[in-house]
Each structure stands twice: as structure tokens, then as C-alpha cells.
């Protein structure tokens, strides 16, 4: 009931904007929607002519919608999720159109959508999960990236673009924050000319949420307190023909790491399915800590380091344009859990059940090349490159003392250590070229070659005692054909076929020899789809409508096995069928709607008769919704010398499986977030109220056992000044 009160709301506002015939000149007009112009192809356009399937969001989107972590980000748009992975709050799990990574707090786990900071590639999704700031734009590339983005853009790509100082540029923001659970967030930027040609900025976050929001009956405290730290420098120099642009940043999260909480379910008669107790779903009765509740006795914790430097310089000659970005980066992650989340064995005793350690490490380097420009007076744009990627990481496991699952009667047997180091280098080259067949339509080709080694070497302590040292190769050519055709100066529309490829890789999560010896297979996708870009109403009701089918070949996904090992099998291959729309209106001057619908229908095709999916009957895809929707609004009016403005804006995700055997499924939920600010007419000052999780809704959204699932915080409030100069 409410994804069709979503949906009526959405087709409504879209049906009583969609009124106008006659358009102006140019693609938009005075006091209506902005003009977004994206660097999705790697060359500045506008949004509503690039071939892509993007959601933009500007620095005004991003405070609107109080996106504040990268994780955020997936309220914004359709069909992607990312959700707390079982290791802690700087990583998350990912999932988009079909693809899905589910163990990012391993050093051997590589992302399906690609993230992009200024352009450099981040490899590990451990500290992927930042503190925003300063971030003036991000875009969301939805479907296979295969040819100008490569490396484990499978699925898409997310890119962040923070904001560069230029000679001409000056500004000063600072804020300050008093949050829910004792939560205080300082921030600041300060940026501008330090001489005719060079620019400099500073930017920095300081957040400390010193109360926890989950009963811990073991410890009889509130534990999940976050502290974090966010620092960026940049240098920019702009010539005549030379631009160059250095940076610096630091990150530091500290954290008491992940936290299942306890779930309970009334069982039914023999032969009841999860399905049917599910319904059944509670917590165990603590007054004030039913559905926020945990029970081991061990100090879980998390902590995160990360730090990167790169340097982006471009070089115009005449109608070519040379680019190099050269970046390295270095990450240290530690967590500790326990993933059952305890045992209580009597009236004031608890046991952990499944307590592990993890402490990994990585640094990563990449250089980019590309020579982009145009050609035949101006009817090809032409882009081709050079990518070089390295990594080495290692990560060690320490389960020594700790106990998995108590049996009665049986004493418990402690779990062995376990290392594993990798070593990966990629290299790559790329073309894409569109040529202006008339004013209107235009044809889309491009190539990648990508070739990945990886060496890998784990050992597995006494008392199993097993080492391995595996050395592979992936390779693969990802095409995409396209064809676009502006029918006007307001609507635009495209088809595409492109494909995806992900590498394979090693199982870092399997303590069973012979899995640990086995290289999984890489995954594939051929993506077909279609799009409609289109501005109404004089340029004030935007609609950006996608379709597409992928079809999926050995996925790669996560299974549970006996003994707490979580391998990774190519399972086989599935069709995924989609629908996306994107709504942005600005009825009356002082309001704006927004709003995006996702669909997507799966199955699998054929299943690998040795899979954990094929041996438990699974019918889906994990991390798939067949919905996802989200709507909201943003009003402001002028009061005295301020402005009011009230926003707002819900989520919905419907019922998804959590794992590859798909005997664990997340309930469809909401969440309604929302400010009030004060504004002054000069956009200096402003005051705001913002909330989340409104309706204080109890969403679980994942977990790697059914009775200790992962749920998002409760009902929030923060106190916000800010001033801007």
C-alpha cells in the first residue's frame, strides 16, 4: 500500500506539470529548473544530452537531501543500495542493477560500482563510506561503465567531485552541529586566489557522537559511538594551456564497529517456512531496547585510516586536450564483532559466538592517460587513454580463544588464524568516439581492453595448517554501441548495448583448503537499454525515463557454508529486467519537487548444480528490490530579511533477499527525513532543524545470520548553524 501511494503521488505531480507545448530556446529559462552539466563521458555535458543514465546532484541537493556519508547518497537514486556490511560503519555493501558486493570489509573484495574521487579510482570499499565535505557535485552512473571507466564499474560508477579553488574563486564556510546522541559535527572551507594563477583551499570535518543508540545487556551500556575526522588541502594553477591541480587528503573513523542486534521468531508447526515466521519477526523484551539490542560481552570496535595524494594536469593543444592523473593511496582498517551478537547462558551471563578480529592494510597507485578532443569540424568527439592500476594489501584474522556456534554438551573449539596477502596489477586502454551523423543524430562506439594479474598467498594456523600461493590472470574487451537522437531542443533519446566485466578473484573468507585454493571466475554483463531525457513546462518539470535488460553471466556472489566460511561461487546467470524515472519540477517560483521510481524484475537463467544458490532452491538475486522510490520537495519564502525553507523527502525499499541461499529476507521500509532552516536574504547565516528517520521507523536492512540482523538508527535530530562567504 505504500509503494502505490508512492507511485499515484509520482505519476499525479508528473500528469499536472506536464502542460506545455511551445518551448523556448535553449534548454532552459528564467526561474526554472538549473541547467546540470556532468562530466559522465569524461568531457563536460549536459546532463539531458548525455547517452548515460545519471542521477547529478548539486551541493544544494546534497544539503537538501541531508546527505552527509557516501552511503547517503543511495536515497537519490533508483535501484541502488548501500547498506552496513558485517565489519563497520566505514564500509558498506553495494548493490546495482543485478550486481552486488557483499564483503567489503575484505582486502581481497572489489567493488561492482566503481568510486571515483576527482577522478582517481578507489579500490577498497573499507573506508569508502566518508564524511562528505566540501563536495560540490556527485553523479551516479547507472549500468555497465565497461569503456571510460573499466576497473569494476560492472554494475556503474559513483563519483564524487570536490570543490577546486580557482584564481577567481574566493569563499569561507564554516557550521557547527548538536545532534542526537550526543553528536557534535564542526566544519569548515576556506579557498581562493593565492596569486593571479594559483588557487589553494582547505577542508575539514571534525564529528563525535559520544552516546551510543544500542543496548548492550552484556556490558548493561549504550554502545555505537562514532568519532570521525576528515582533512583536504588543494593547490590549482591555471595557464594559458596548462591547468594543474594537486591534493591531499586524511581520514580517521573510530568506531565501536558493527552491531547486530537480537531478533526472535515464534516458530510455527513442523515444516513452517521462514517466509511464513518472518512475519513473526521481535526482539527479545528489554523496556526501551526492543528492536535495539545486543548481547556479547566483547568491546567490538572499528578504525579506519586512509590518506591519498594526486596530482590531475591537462594540456590544450588546439582542439586536443592532454590529461595525466597520478594518485596513490594508503588505507589501515581494523574491526572486531561478534556476529551472532552473544548468547546469554544464564541470568547475567553472556557468551560471544562468533568473536573475530580483523587488522588489513593496503596501498594502492594508478595513472591515468587520455587524449580527448574533436575532429571533422566539430561532428566527432573523441576520447581514447592508457589506465595503469597497483595494489598490495594483507589482511590477518585472529579468532584465537573465540568460540562460533556453543553446542550443548559439547565443549567449544576455538577457531584458527588466518592471513592472506594480495597483489594486483591492471592495465588498460580505451577509445570512445561519437559522430554527428545530421543536428540530430548521433553514433556512440567505444573499446576498453582490461587485464588484471593477481597473485594471492594465505595461510591457515594450526591447528589445519594450510598455505597456498595462487597466481591469475583476467582479461577481457568491453565494447559499447550507442546511437542518440535530439528531437528537439527539449527532448532527447538514446540506446545503448554495453558490457561489464568484473575480474575474478580469491576466496579471503573460507577456512576449508580446498575452497581457499580455488580462484573464482570473472562475471560478465551485457547491458541493453534505452532512455528519455525530456524538459516541460518551460523548462520547469524535468523526466528522465530509463528501461534496460541486463543479462548476467557467472555471478559471482557470497554463500554461507559449515564452520563460519563465507565463500564466494560463480552461481550461474540470470536476466534482470528494469525501469528507472527521474522527476524534478519547479511548479511555482520557491518550490521544488523531485521524485524517482525504480523496477526491476530478476531471475536466474540457469544455476551451477554445486552452488550454496542451486542446493537451497533460490528464485533471486541478493540486494534486489522490485522496488525502490523515493519522493520529497523543497519550499522556501521570503520572512522579513530571512528566507524560510522547509524540505523533506521519504524512501521507500521494497522486500530484497540478503544473501545468495535467500533463506534470509529484508521487510520492505521507509524513511522520511526532513529540516526547517532560517536563512538570511544574503545567504550568509542560516539556522536549521533537520531530522531523520521521522516516523522513527525499525528498518532492518541486513545480516549475515536470521536471528542478528543489521538496523539503521532510530529517530535523530540535529542543531545546525552555518555561515557562508
Not at 150 to 173: C, E, H, M, Q
Not at 325 to 343: K, M, N, S, V
Not at 708 to 713: P, V
Request: no cysteine; net charge negative; hydrophobic share 40%.
Amino acid at each position: 500500500m505504500r509503494l502505490l501511494a508512492l507511485s499515484s503521488v509520482l505519476l499525479l505531480s508528473t500528469t499536472a506539470l506536464h502542460v506545455a507545448q511551445a518551448q523556448p530556446e535553449g534548454r532552459s529559462a528564467g526561474g526554472a529548473l538549473e541547467e546540470v552539466v556532468v562530466t559522465a563521458q569524461r568531457r563536460e555535458q549536459f546532463l539531458q544530452l548525455t547517452p548515460v543514465a545519471v542521477t547529478a546532484l548539486s551541493e544544494t541537493q546534497i544539503e537538501d537531501l541531508l546527505i552527509t556519508t557516501t552511503q547517503d547518497v543511495a536515497k537519490a537514486v533508483p535501484n541502488l543500495q548501500l547498506i552496513p556490511v558485517t565489519a563497520n560503519p566505514s564500509a558498506f555493501q553495494v548493490g546495482l542493477r543485478g550486481g552486488s558486493e557483499q564483503t567489503g570489509g575484505l582486502i581481497v573484495s572489489e567493488p561492482v560500482v566503481s568510486i571515483y574521487v576527482d577522478d582517481v579510482y578507489r579500490a577498497r570499499l573499507q573506508g569508502a563510506n566518508a564524511q562528505l565535505t566540501d563536495v560540490e557535485r556527485i553523479e551516479v552512473l547507472r549500468g555497465p561503465q565497461g569503456t571510460l571507466y573499466g576497473r569494476n564499474a560492472y554494475s556503474g560508477a559513483i563519483k564524487l567531485v570536490t570543490r577546486t579553488p580557482g584564481p577567481d574563486d574566493r569563499w569561507f564556510n564554516a557550521g557547527i552541529g548538536f545532534g542526537s546522541f550526543g553528536d557534535t559535527t564542526v566544519r569548515g572551507s576556506i579557498g581562493g586566489p593565492l596569486n593571479e594563477q594559483l588557487g589553494g583551499s582547505i577542508a575539514f570535518l571534525y564529528r563525535d557522537q559520544s552516546d551510543g543508540w544500542i543496548y548492550n545487556r552484556a556490558l548493561d551500556r549504550r554502545i555505537g559511538e562514532e568519532e570521525n575526522l576528515a582533512f583536504r588541502t588543494k593547490l590549482a594553477w591555471q595557464g594559458d594551456t596548462w591547468s594543474v591541480v594537486g591534493s591531499f587528503d586524511f581520514g580517521d573513523d573510530r568506531n565501536d564497529g558493527y552491531i547486530p542486534v537480537m531478533i526472535n521468531y515464534v516458530d510455527g508447526p513442523p515444516g513452517t517456512t521462514y517466509e511464513s515466521r518472518r512475519s513473526t519477526r521481535q526482539t527479545a523484551p528489554v523496556a526501551g531496547f526492543d528492536e535495539y539490542l545486543n548481547q556479547t560481552p566483547i568491546e567490538s570496535r572499528g578504525e579506519t585510516k586512509t590518506w591519498g595524494l594526486s596530482l590531475d594536469l591537462s594540456r590544450e593543444f588546439g582542439d586536443v586536450t592532454f590529461r595525466s592523473i597520478t594518485a596513490y593511496r594508503e588505507i589501515d582498517d581494523y574491526f572486531r564483532w561478534d556476529l551472532t551478537g552473544g548468547f546469554q547462558v544464564g541470568p547475567d551471563t553472556f557468551l560471544p559466538g562468533f568473536d573475530r578480529q580483523s587488522d588489513a592494510s593496503a596501498d594502492q597507485y594508478s595513472q591515468e592517460f587520455q587524449l580527448l578532443g574533436t575532429a571533422l569540424d566539430g561532428r566527432v568527439d573523441w576520447i581514447g587513454g592508457l589506465f595503469l592500476f597497483g595494489e598490495s594489501g594483507e589482511q590477518v584474522f585472529t579468532d584465537a580463544g573465540i568460540f562460533f556456534i556453543p553446542v550443548t554438551g559439547s565443549p567449544f573449539v576455538p577457531l584458527p588464524l588466518f592471513e592472506q596477502r594480495i597483489d594486483t596489477r591492471s592495465i588498460a586502454v580505451f577509445s570512445q568516439a561519437s559522430y554527428r551523423l545530421n543536428d540530430r543524430l548521433s553514433v556512440t562506439g567505444g573499446l576498453r581492453y582490461t587485464r588484471d594479474k593477481k597473485e594471492f598467498v594465505a595461510t591457515i594456523a594450526p591447528p589445519t595448517s594450510v598455505a597456498v600461493d595462487l597466481d591469475e590472470t583476467f582479461d577481457a574487451w568491453t565494447p559499447k554501441l550507442g546511437l542518440e537522437y535530439e528531437f528537439n531542443n527539449q527532448l532527447f533519446g538514446y540506446v545503448s548495448v554495453s558490457r561489464g566485466f568484473k575480474a575474478g578473484g580469491f576466496n579471503g573468507l573460507d577456512r576449508n583448503p580446498a575452497v581457499l585454493a580455488t580462484a573464482y571466475r570473472p562475471q560478465f554483463s551485457w547491458s541493453y537499454e534505452a532512455g528519455l531525457k525530456a524538459d516541460w513546462a518551460d523548462g520547469r518539470l524535468r523526466t528522465n525515463a530509463t528501461v534496460f535488460l541486463n543479462r548476467l553471466s557467472d555471478l559471482q556472489q557470497v554463500a554461507s557454508a559449515p564452520g563460519g566460511a563465507f565463500p564466494v561461487q560463480n552461481v550461474g546467470d540470470a536476466r534482470l529486467l528494469g525501469v528507472e524515472l527521474e522527476v524534478s519540477a519547479v511548479p511555482v517560483d520557491g518550490l521544488r519537487l523531485f521524485a524517482n521510481l525504480g523496477y526491476m524484475n530478476d531471475d536466474y537463467r540457469s544455476l551451477n548444480p554445486g552452488a550454496a544458490a542451486f542446493t537451497a532452491g533460490a528464485v533471486g538475486l541478493p540486494l534486489v528490490s522490485d522496488w525502490t522510490a523515493q519522493i520529497g520537495g523543497v519550499y522556501e519564502q521570503p520572512v522579513g530579511e530571512w528566507s524560510l525553507r522547509i524540505g523533506g523527502d521519504y524512501r521507500y525499499v521494497d522486500d530484497y533477499f540478503v544473501n545468495v541461499q535467500n533463506n534470509l529476507e529484508i521487510d520492505g521500509y521507509g524513511r522520511l527525513d526532513g529540516f526547517i532552516a532560517l536563512r538570511s536574504r544574503d545567504e550568509t547565516w542560516e539556522l536549521a532543524l533537520e531530522g531523520r528517520n521521522l516516523t522513527n521507523d525499525a528498518s532492518y536492512v541486513s545480516g549475515a545470520l536470521i536471528d542478528a540482523l543489521t538496523i539503521l538508527k532510530p529517530r535523530t535530530y540535529m542543531l545546525s548553524l552555518r555561515y557562508r562567504r
